[in-house]
């Protein structure tokens, strides 16, 4: 199947900074990728929608200033968490579809904010 | 009402038992039906394809009822490790976007 990598596993930040997760698809081109924030015990929730070349789409009640997102070539998109706080903290996961029947997630992202 | 609704479990089961579980979702369009395994701390990696007939693979089957809008999973002789928590997950073809379930936790005991 297809690979998604996404960059780092874990990472651990004071207040305030800003941190950048990478996403990238190894072996095919992703016009789309899509961020997910998993609370522990819960689902994966939608964030975004990142198209490459455009404007990503926020559902509803996701702050694009807060999580900046770009997609500036086919194969990778960042997400940026700005001015983290703790409530952040969370487990951050891209997918990339490579066919409409299946998505390929990366290995995800856990986000601690001190 | 969400858009994915599954029984949070956690079924705790002895190996060798079957186990099933159900999940229901609201949005009469979709088309597409998944069954996600998903281990602690990990991504989501794809168990199965749900199709409208109905689809087995090894121990696993699943079924969908269209008509009651909802996907089950059935896993005979139980291994302890198939321990995880399983995802609903329904695709709508027009946007490619995942709505996903808060999973059902199934722990296998030996």
């Known amino acids: 199947g297809a690979v998604v990598s996404q960059h780092p596993s874990r990472v651990i930040c004071k207040s305030g900074t800003s941190v950048k997760i990478e996403c990238r698809s190894l072996?095919?081109?992703?016009?789309?990728m899509f961020w997910y924030r998993q609370f522990p015990k819960q689902s994966l929730m939608l964030m975004a929608t990142s198209n490459e070349g455009s404007k990503a789409t926020y559902e509803q009640g996701v702050e694009k200033d807060k999580f900046l997102i770009n997609h500036a070539s086919l194969t990778l998109s960042t997400l940026t968490v700005t001015s983290a706080h703790p409530e952040d903290s969370s487990f951050y996961i891209c997918?990339?579809?490579?066919?409409?029947?299946?998505?390929?997630f990366g290995q995800g992202t856990r986000l601690t904010v001190v | 009402r969400k858009e994915v609704e599954q029984d949070p479990g956690p079924f705790n089961v002895p190996e060798g038992a079957t186990v099933a579980f159900n999940c229901t979702y609201s949005?009469?369009?979709?088309?597409?039906f998944f069954w996600y395994r998903q281990d602690c701390r990990k991504e989501p990696k794809l168990l199965m394809s749900v199709y409208s007939s109905g689809n087995e693979d090894g121990r696993f089957t699943a079924q969908l009822n269209r008509a009651s809008q909802y996907i089950s999973l059935l896993i005979r002789d139980s291994k302890l490790s198939d321990s995880a928590t399983y995802l609903c997950?329904?695709?709508?073809?027009?946007?490619?976007?995942?709505?996903f379930g808060a999973g059902t936790t199934v722990t296998v005991r030996a």
């Open positions: 997918s990339a579809g490579y066919t409409y029947t299946e998505a390929f």
């Open positions: 949005n009469s369009a979709s088309q597409s």
């Open positions: 072996d095919f081109q992703a016009t789309t």
């Open positions: 997950v329904v695709n709508r073809r027009d946007d490619y976007k995942l709505s």
